[in-house]
């Protein structure tokens, strides 16, 4: 939910707003990249816990993710305002946590035929691939289709959001979802995540000032980690049907 509150935020912030930061996501990449490297090293720290002691890693996931939550919120608010100084080791913090917390999925995906590591790999390229497309396509918006697709992405999250918190309400009583609807979630999730990549390369320069690069990475790291989840979870979904 938190990536909803920040899209959220981003678009109605850059409604009728010229570029008010123009080098935003030019000064924001290096610190997206550092970002998601220390989210890689992460979850190879949550492998090797996985590997070597099993039994503990549930309850640290547990305090880990609290603790990721906790994290995100203190820094995007100081991000927002400006103090990169404060808010780049929270970030780094956030970062390496939310890789601990990935650990689970990305550990499925490998124990499952037919994705293993390789299909790790493929999400994290199809990441790599839609950060291009995105970047041609979405700096090229004009301010009509901009903003229409901001919205249709905005309410197809928030929408996506809600079947998820359904999906889990359901597993909670156990009535898990069929592989043919898991599907289709997580093909749903992916393009709809794939569409705000194209987005924040419309919103962000039109949110945030170029000192502001640090809001602009969180966004953009929130954007791509989610899209890896939905591909991972796409790819396991296809593998795992009856």
Same mark, same amino acid.
């Given at each position: ?26 000064? =924001? &990449? +290096?610190? *997206?990249? $550092?970002?998601? /490297? @220390? ?5 190879? !720290? ?40 404060? =808010? &780049? +080791?929270? *970030?780094? $913090?956030?970062? /390496? @946590? ?5 650990? !689970? ?41 901009? &903003? ?6 905005? /309410? ?57 690069? /640090? ?28």
């Amino acid at each position: 939910m938190s990536n909803t509150s920040n899209f959220r935020d981003a678009i109605r912030q850059a409604k009728g707003q010229a570029l008010v930061g123009p080098e935003v996501i030019k000064n =924001a &990449l +290096p610190y *997206l990249g $550092g970002g998601l /490297l @220390l989210t890689a090293l992460g979850t190879y !720290g949550g492998l090797g816990v996985i590997q070597n002691n099993p039994s503990i890693f549930m309850p640290t996931f547990w305090v880990a993710l609290i603790a990721e939550l906790a994290l995100f919120f203190v820094a995007r608010g100081v991000a927002e305002k400006g103090n990169n100084s404060v =808010a &780049l +080791p929270l *970030l780094a $913090g956030y970062s /390496l @946590l939310s890789g601990y917390t990935l650990t !689970g999925i990305v550990a499925l995906a490998i124990g499952t035929a037919g994705v293993g590591i390789q299909g790790v790999g493929i999400a994290a390229l199809g990441c790599g691939i839609t950060f291009i497309i995105g970047r041609n396509i979405g700096s090229n918006l004009s301010d009509e289709d901009g &903003l229409a697709l901001a919205q249709t992405v905005r /309410l197809g999250i928030i929408a996506l959001f809600v079947v998820l918190l359904a999906q889990l309400g359901f597993a909670f009583f156990g009535v898990y979802t069929p592989s043919w609807l898991e599907v289709g979630i997580s093909g749903l999730g992916t393009l709809l995540f794939a569409g705000s990549a194209v987005v924040d390369f419309y919103v962000l320069p039109r949110a945030y000032r170029n000192e502001q690069y /640090l809001s602009a990475a969180l966004s953009m790291y929130l954007t791509y980690i989610n899209l890896f989840v939905f591909i991972l979870r796409l790819l396991i979904a296809i593998n795992s049907r009856d």
